[in-house]
C-alpha cells in the first residue's frame, strides 16, 4: 500500500483549505501501512472516489455570516506519469442550489528525496449564482505544495495564488504527525490511524470584500460599524494586507482496509485579524469522510 499511499498523499494536498473538508482532506488520513524493507515508491495508476461531510464550510480560515453545513464528492485520478485530475461536487445543505460548486482540476506530483515530496497543481471552482458560501469570490487556484518528512515530524508549505473576482495570496503551514495501530481491530486486513496537526495560515483576504459586494443586504451594518465601510474601495486596503489569518488543530482518527477508509475529524479554529463583516469566532468543525481506492 505504500506506493499509493505515498501517490495520494502527495496529490491530495495537506492544506485543508478550501472548506473543513474537500477533495484535499485525503492527504491527512490515507492508509500508510508500509513494509519494512524498503523506502522505495513506485508509481501505479490509481483511482479514488469519495464522499464528505462537513458541519461548517470554510475558506481560508474564515467561514460565512451563519454556518454552512456541507457535503461533497470527489473522483481523483492518478497516472503513472505522476501527473493527477480530480473533479469535487459540494451541496450546502441550507442553500437553494442542487449543486452550489463544481471543482475540477489537475496537477503534477514529484518526489526529490525520500523524505522530501511535493506537487503543483491548479483548479478551477465554478459556482452557481445563487451560492452563498464566503469561497464564492475566487475562481482559480494555483497550488505549490512541499512537504518534508523529520520521521517525528511532518512539516508542510503550501503557497497558494487565488484569482477571479478577487485575488489573494496564501501561505499554509502544517505540522503533523502520522502513527497507526499494529493489530487489527476485527481481522489481520484493517488498523486505525491517527495523524493530528497543527496549521497556520497567513495570507490576504481581498475575497472578504468582494464577497461583501456580492451578497448585500447580508449583514447587518447597523450592528458592525465595519460592514457597510468594508464593502468601498477605499477600504479595500486593509484586506490586501499580508498577514496571519488563522490557527487550527485537527484530530483525525480512520478506519483503514486495504481499498477504503472511513474517517471522522475533529478541528478547532482560532481566527485572527478578522475583519469585522464577517465577526468570525472561535469554532469547531466536524467531518466525516468516506473513500475507496481502486488500483
Wanted: charged residues 20%.
Amino acid at each position: 500500500m505504500k506506493y499509493v499511499c505515498t501517490l495520494f498523499l502527495c496529490t491530495i494536498f495537506i492544506s485543508v483549505h478550501v472548506y473543513a473538508t474537500d477533495y484535499r482532506v485525503f492527504a491527512d488520513s490515507l492508509p500508510k501501512k508500509t513494509t519494512a524493507d524498503t523506502d522505495t515508491v513506485t508509481r501505479k495508476q490509481s483511482l479514488s472516489i469519495g464522499v464528505s461531510f462537513g458541519s461548517d464550510a470554510q475558506f481560508f480560515g474564515r467561514t460565512g455570516t451563519q454556518k454552512y453545513p456541507f457535503m461533497n464528492a470527489d473522483i481523483i485520478y492518478n497516472a503513472k506519469s505522476g501527473f493527477f485530475v480530480y473533479g469535487s461536487l459540494y451541496k450546502v445543505f441550507t442553500s437553494i442550489p442542487a449543486i452550489d460548486e463544481t471543482d475540477v482540476g489537475g496537477g503534477y506530483l514529484y518526489r526529490l528525496s525520500p523524505k522530501f515530496t511535493g506537487n503543483i497543481s491548479y483548479t478551477r471552482f465554478i459556482f452557481n449564482r445563487d451560492a452563498l458560501i464566503i469561497k464564492s469570490a475566487s475562481s482559480n487556484d494555483i497550488n505549490f505544495n512541499n512537504s518534508y518528512d523529520w520521521k517525528f515530524l511532518k512539516t508542510g508549505m503550501v503557497l497558494d495564488y487565488l484569482f477571479g473576482q478577487s485575488s489573494d495570496f496564501f501561505v499554509t503551514i502544517n505540522n503533523s504527525k502520522y502513527f497507526e495501530t499494529s493489530f487489527g481491530i476485527f481481522d489481520d486486513k484493517d488498523y486505525l490511524s491517527f495523524n493530528p496537526g497543527f496549521t497556520i495560515i497567513l495570507g490576504t483576504q481581498n475575497f472578504v470584500q468582494k464577497y461583501s459586494i456580492n451578497h448585500p443586504g447580508k449583514f447587518d451594518k447597523d450592528d458592525d460599524p465595519y460592514a457597510g465601510a468594508l464593502a468601498y474601495p477605499q477600504f479595500a486596503g486593509y484586506n490586501s494586507e499580508f498577514k496571519m489569518l488563522n490557527y487550527s488543530l485537527k484530530i483525525p482518527i480512520a478506519y483503514n482496509r486495504p481499498h477504503y477508509t472511513f474517517e471522522f475529524a475533529y478541528k478547532y479554529s482560532i481566527p485572527v485579524n478578522v475583519e469585522g463583516i464577517l465577526k468570525n469566532r472561535r469554532e469547531s468543525f466536524y467531518n466525516l469522510t468516506f473513500y475507496y481506492l481502486f488500483y
